[in-house]
């Protein structure tokens, strides 16, 4: 779900079981979290770090708990302690 404010589009993402299996380790348009992003706003251009989502031309840093699941699923790749989980992008800057 898409919801527009002043400032940049907000968007709910959800990251399943499928995006943690299919996701690529070290890769920012083919991790779990760029898949999952891709899902919510397929038209637009995803780039995800260890960081910052780049979603079209908005910059997101990430919420601490998906920081920690990226670092995580980087390190150690498919995990049993690596579960679905849902999270919110909002308060984007433009790209630069």
């Known amino acids: 779900m898409v919801t527009e404010t002043t400032r940049s589009p907000v ?3 959800t990251v399943t079981e499928e995006h ?4 690529d380790r070290g890769e920012c348009v083919s991790c779990p979290i760029a898949l999952a992003i891709r899902e919510v706003c397929p038209d637009q251009l995803i780039s995800v770090g260890h960081m ?3 979603v079209g031309h908005w ?5 601490e708990y998906v920081k920690a ?3 995580s699923y980087d390190s150690v790749g498919l995990s049993p302690v690596l579960k679905p989980f849902k ?3 909002e308060g ?3 790209s630069t």
Not at 20 to 23: D, E, F, K, L
Not at 59 to 63: S, V
């Open 11 to 13: 968007y709910e993402v």
């Open 20 to 23: 943690i299996t299919r996701g």
């Open 52 to 54: 910052i989502a780049h």
């Open 59 to 63: 910059t997101y840093e990430l919420p």
């Open 69 to 71: 699941f990226i670092n």
């Open 87 to 89: 999270f919110r992008l």
């Open 92 to 94: 984007g800057r433009p």
